[in-house]
């Protein structure tokens, strides 16, 4: 059974950062893309940033571009994603997701059907 759990989401001001983490159990991260996602209220779930399982390529939207890292640690099995210079715009429910045949949401190529339970960031002006 597939278990992606969130941490690490919180309320910081603008300018702000945050790391976000994903623990993954009975999925090896490597194995699979991976990546984050967001949802606000009323919107659908946005991709944010997917790291490929061959080479660890990086993929972002544009609205976090060079402020979001995603990365990787293979010995603890776990995905993070590092929010530097945040803005009041990405308010959202995260969620962590890896790559599975035949998932329902498809980003950069990628179907996703694996989700943990979202972690809540919030940012101020």
């Known amino acids: 059974q597939v278990q992606l759990v969130e941490s690490g989401g919180g309320s910081v001001q603008a300018g702000g950062s945050l790391r976000l983490s994903c623990a993954a159990s009975?999925?090896?991260?490597?194995?699979?893309?991976m990546g984050w996602f967001r949802q606000t209220p009323g919107k659908g779930r946005e991709g944010v940033a997917s790291?490929?399982?061959?080479?660890?390529?990086?993929y972002y939207a544009d609205s976090v571009k060079d402020r979001f890292t995603i990365a990787r640690d293979n010995a603890k099995n776990i995905v993070y994603l590092q929010m530097n210079r945040l803005i009041p715009e990405d308010t959202a429910m995260y969620y962590c997701?890896?790559?599975?045949?035949?998932?329902?949401?498809?980003?950069?190529?990628?179907?996703?059907?694996?989700w943990g339970q979202g972690t809540q960031v919030t940012v101020s002006a």
């Open positions: 997701a890896a790559e599975q045949e035949g998932g329902l949401i498809w980003w950069r190529g990628v179907r996703f059907g694996y």
């Open positions: 009975g999925y090896i991260v490597s194995d699979g893309c």
């Open positions: 790291i490929l399982r061959s080479g660890g390529a990086t």
